[in-house]
């Protein structure tokens, strides 16, 4: 069975205080009871609240991940993060090919694919976004979007390698616009995708993928996304950053899961 997985994304969003509060407040809500073995949790707060994150969850079934990191492992890059320092303060995850990142920072196919072969070197599992703009779907051109995408960021990933990655796709026009893809827009995409990877991979590659969906998810609308077949959990913005929010999608994961069996 795939891992259903929640990550919350906090962006350039908290500051030491108010992100010890929210670290606080997931760790009193969200207990080993609450989530059970079936969903996996995973916050993603900025850099500099890393070590601050690993002290306030470390003792607790929440994992924790970091939003962005250079694909060098060293070296002469002021103002960049590695991914071996990821690790040391204990990340598990870490998200690379935002589409904010694609936008404001030029980040390519060919960038994103080097930090995801670079963090599986390290020993993290790469949450690699993937997602078409408002005039690609209006032209008609997502699926094309997808397989390029698909195959850039996979560039030179074998089989064993594809199963320790995890795919968001997060269409543009629905991060941040409280716009979410519909339940059936974005199964349609997650099948293509599972698709893409049996076609290229083998038969059954595809199907042990985890594919998380983002995009303007929230409590209300979390259940009937998680629903659907091949969306296998949330990358979340926003409604990370309220506690309640969050682990009302959590909550929603736990009764999908519990509903498919
Ligand atoms: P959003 O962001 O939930 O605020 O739409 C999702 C994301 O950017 O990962």
């Excluded at 599992?125 to 397989?147: K, N, Y």
């Excluded at 590659?205 to 259940?223: C, D, F, P, R, W």
Aim: hydrophobic content about 40%; glycine content about 12%.
């Amino acid at each position: 069975m795939r891992t259903r997985l929640i990550a919350g994304n906090w962006k350039m969003n908290m500051d030491r205080h108010s992100g010890a509060v929210l670290l606080n407040e997931l760790k009193g809500i969200l207990t080993p009871d609450r989530i059970g073995q079936s969903v996996s949790v995973v916050v993603c707060p900025p850099f500099p609240l890393l070590g601050l994150a690993g002290d306030i969850l470390g003792s607790t079934p929440l994992s924790i991940g970091a939003q962005n990191m250079h694909h060098e492992k060293g070296g002469a890059y002021t103002g960049e993060i590695s991914a071996d320092m990821l690790v040391s303060f204990g990340c598990r995850y870490v998200i690379v090919g935002h589409s904010e990142r694609r936008r404001y920072f030029h980040e390519t196919d060919e960038i994103v694919n080097r930090k995801a072969l670079r963090a599986l070197g390290s020993g993290l599992t790469p949450i690699i976004c993937i997602g078409e703009t408002l005039e690609e779907r209006e032209a008609g051109s997502t699926m094309d979007i997808i397989e390029r995408q698909v195959s850039g960021v996979l560039e030179g990933f074998d089989r064993a390698m594809l199963d320790r990655v995890i795919l968001a796709y997060e269409p543009v026009w629905a991060i941040g616009t409280g716009k979410n893809a519909t339940p059936a827009q974005a199964q349609e995409v997650h099948r293509f995708v599972r698709d893409l990877l049996d076609e290229r991979y083998s038969p059954e590659a595809g199907e042990g993928v985890t594919i998380l969906y983002g995009g303007s998810m929230k409590a209300e609308n979390a259940y009937d996304l998680l629903s659907e077949p091949d969306i296998d959990g949330g990358l979340v913005g926003g409604a990370s950053l309220d506690a309640r929010q969050f682990t009302g999608i959590v909550d929603a994961a736990c009764r999908a899961r519990e509903h498919q069996g």
